[in-house]
């Protein structure tokens, strides 16, 4: 991978028509004239009301000076050819406010340091190139601040560990953006990333692991390679002077009582069981988790948190929180004794028990702790920050007690989700692509103008368990961090997808002048299964105006068609797709989809529970779209979720039909919580409104694709399919204690 020049170049120049600003994120007040003023070969920076911190001006000169030759100079003789650029400290500025002014023969930039320094980042991107190759810059006002106090993206370095030299880079990038907080999630169950000096095991024995699952989760495939990495403390004191350099908070992420199989692996007596315990080796979650009940637990967690704090001095302290199963704790007598003591009715208020008893030493050191919404069960600790994750109900319920939220729902959030429909590699589930990104609004219409005040901002968050190199990252990570950056900085108002569309190729040619990967999956073919009047058609797109798309019919076909409105289904088959040029070269991936039609296909179908957001694939119609998923090509976005509830869902056949067979498609996979339906009912109906029950199943056929199968002989319009959930998974099962997964991908009637 190429470096960026000298370490941290964050700037592009580019030709732009003289009506359009291509900044990213866009300033809040925007006054242009229609001059421009030329940059000389040397620019003298003076400083008014005191000097700022070489850091600030620092990548601001590099870029210049690197790219174009440009030579800074702090006295210019009368003789010389410069351009000036004034700085002012302004004390009665807010915090990252700053104002650019852009006249005729200088430029003036005011602010506090912070402020400074956007400016720079947003000065840099205003630079244009004319054709003789000299600089010039539009000349104008920028009055600009930023919408949210927090700005944030995070990276999983536990699944996945990143060098220190990737970390900076990411650093770069965030700070280029205009992002103010850099969430560094250092322990999992797969591997401990931090080193602890009390602790010596949880880098000797918590940070390798012995495997790695290779491919798709619940492939049970593993690569056999020993993996290994931790930084140590001398390599966090330099990241976080990087990060502050940049005026970038770290905030480290210590995740408890959950996700500790790696710590647990290093010291067994932090367990229920005591173990043996391994550093885990695939993905998901499971059972074991520090002991609550123990006071050994609380003076480990103590122990690494001086520690941490020492290292960081975020106000902020993630404790995760998330994800953490009771099932040790209700067969561990330890645990329960202290829930007796206590007096704590259940398992949910130890985990709020834990939870503030960390708290309390936290804010003891004058620090305060961040949570995953999970921290909202049992009770929320008294100064605790919730991080809302499971959609938007945490951080909204948060700030409806009055407590500070974060918003990073997974949709559109997780960043490590799919950003195109025709997948392209492996990733974690869901989809969420540029515009979902950018149309995000972290402040919920449902709260009062009081309660907007408890929403600090909003955070992007990146998961690693399918990005295993510095490539696929960047590839992840651009554009949709570009798009984020625009909603936590800029004014509501001031959004426009249109125009950040408009930028997507200046975008683009920044991302190549620094050297990082990215995805255009924006300008790809993308394929959708759509309900048509006459059924199922093949919906296909693309915002790439120089590409063509054609289609063929099976794989072993080389006969191609112009496509020009979607594709009827009405039969199974095979349809591939792809875009040519104006030449007829394939300038994209071939897209393949598998059709198995039934008597239910297409058929007017609904459902009595909505599915999660989640897993909403698209909508009812998901389990009649003919699209049946098959393991090593399963995809999350084609499945209905139900979290906790029951799936029913009545078919209309149109017209009084003949039945033989009924099928229910679902899944298992319970690492995930994903639990095979307790029952599956099937019923009949000529009218719609009087059911027959048909017959029951108890157990489904197969191992993760399962399939409900009853055989029957009855003529009907009408078909009911009624899955019961599994309900709240059990003790001694993958997520005991929490409510189960159903999901479903299709409905067949033969």
Not at 41 to 60: A, C, D, L, M, R
Not at 618 to 631: H, R, W
Request: glycine share 8%; proline share 4%.
């Amino acid at each position: 991978m190429k470096k960026l020049f000298l370490g941290c170049l964050l700037f592009v120049c580019y030709t732009v028509q003289a009506q359009e600003l291509n900044v990213v994120p866009m300033p809040a007040e925007v006054e242009l004239k229609a001059g421009f003023l030329p940059l000389k070969q040397k620019i003298s920076i003076h400083y008014i009301n005191g000097k700022v911190p070489e850091n600030i001006t620092q990548s601001f000169k590099k870029m210049l000076s690197t790219r174009y030759k440009v030579i800074f100079k702090e006295k210019i003789t009368g003789k010389e050819e410069s351009s000036t650029i004034y700085i002012e400290l302004k004390k009665d500025f807010k915090s990252e406010e700053y104002k650019i002014y852009i006249g005729d023969r200088d430029i003036t930039i005011s602010g506090n340091e912070n402020g400074i320094f956007y400016a720079f980042q947003t000065l840099g991107q205003m630079i244009m190139v004319d054709k003789d190759r000299s600089l010039k810059i539009r000349m104008g006002t920028i009055k600009d601040y930023p919408r949210f106090t927090y700005r944030g993206m995070h990276l999983d370095a536990g699944r996945h560990f990143f060098p220190v030299s990737y970390i900076k880079k990411y650093i770069d990038y965030l700070a280029f953006h205009k992002f103010n907080n850099f969430h560094w999630h250092l322990t999992e169950d797969q591997g401990w990333r931090i080193e602890i000096m009390k602790y010596p095991k949880l880098t000797e024995v918590g940070s390798c692991r012995a495997q790695t699952l290779s491919g798709r989760y619940g492939s049970d495939k593993y690569d056999g390679k020993k993996y290994c990495g931790f930084y140590t403390q001398a390599e966090i004191r330099d990241v976080v002077k990087y990060a502050t350099d940049r005026f970038i908070n770290v905030i480290p992420e210590i995740d408890i009582p959950g996700h500790t199989l790696a710590a647990l692996a290093s010291y067994p007596y932090l367990g229920c069981t005591k173990g043996p315990y391994k550093v885990m080796e695939t993905w998901g979650v499971q059972p074991d988790i520090l002991c609550a009940g123990n006071d050994s637990t609380y003076t480990f967690v103590q122990n690494v948190l001086d520690e941490v704090m020492d290292l960081f001095p975020s106000k902020y302290i993630h404790i995760g929180g998330d994800e953490a199963p009771k099932e040790r704790w209700e067969t561990c007598p330890v645990c329960q004794k202290k829930m007796k003591n206590e007096n704590l009715k259940d398992e949910h208020n130890l985990q709020s028990y834990f939870i503030q008893r960390v708290e309390k030493y936290v804010n003891s050191k004058g620090r305060q702790i961040i949570g995953w919404d999970e921290i909202l069960e049992g009770g929320l600790a008294p100064n605790a920050t919730v991080m809302s994750w499971r959609g938007v109900k945490g951080g909204i319920a948060a700030a409806k007690q009055n407590h500070f939220a974060i918003m990073t729902p997974e949709t559109p959030l997780y960043l490590n989700h799919t950003q195109t429909k025709n997948e392209d590699s492996i990733t974690q589930g869901g989809y969420n692509p540029l515009e979902l990104v950018y149309n995000y609004e972290p402040v919920a219409a449902e709260l009062t103008k009081e309660e907007e005040k408890y929403i600090l901002g909003a955070q992007g968050n990146m998961w690693s368990e399918y990005i295993s190199n510095w490539g696929k990252l960047e590839y992840m990570l651009f554009p949709r961090m570009s798009a984020l950056s625009e909603v936590v900085w800029s004014p509501k108002q001031k959004r426009n997808w249109k125009d950040f569309e408009r930028r997507l190729p200046v975008l683009f040619e920044l991302y190549k002048l620094w050297g990082a990967g990215y995805s255009n999956a924006f300008y790809d073919l993308q394929p959708s299964v759509i309900q048509s009047d006459k059924g199922i058609a093949w919906k296909l797109e693309t915002k790439n105006k120089n590409g063509k798309i054609i289609y063929l019919t099976g794989r072993e076909n080389s006969a191609t068609f112009d496509y020009t409105s979607p594709l009827p289904v009405k039969r199974s088959v095979t349809l591939g797709a792809a875009l040519t040029a104006a030449d007829h070269t394939i300038i994209s991936s071939w897209v393949w989809q598998e059709f198995i039609l039934n008597k239910a296909s297409g058929k007017k179908i609904t459902v009595t529970t909505k599915p999660n957001t989640s897993y909403s694939g698209s909508g009812a119609f998901t389990l009649v779209d003919g699209v049946q998923n098959k393991m090593g090509m399963v995809r999350s976005a084609q499945f209905l979720g139900f979290n906790g509830n029951d799936l029913e869902a009545i078919i209309d056949l149109d017209s009084l039909q003949e039945i033989k067979e009924i099928i229910l498609h679902a899944f298992e996979q319970t690492g995930s919580w994903i639990y095979r339906p307790a029952s599956v009912a099937f019923y009949s109906s000529v009218d719609g409104k009087d059911f027959k029950l048909i017959g029951e199943i108890v157990s489904g056929t197969g191992s993760k694709n399962l399939l409900y199968t009853i055989n029957t002989s009855t003529t009907c319009r009408y078909i009911k399919v009624f899955a019961k959930n599994y309900g709240v998974i059990p003790a001694g099962k993958q997520g005991a204690g929490n409510k189960s997964w159903l999901f479903s991908d299709e409905i067949e009637i033969n």
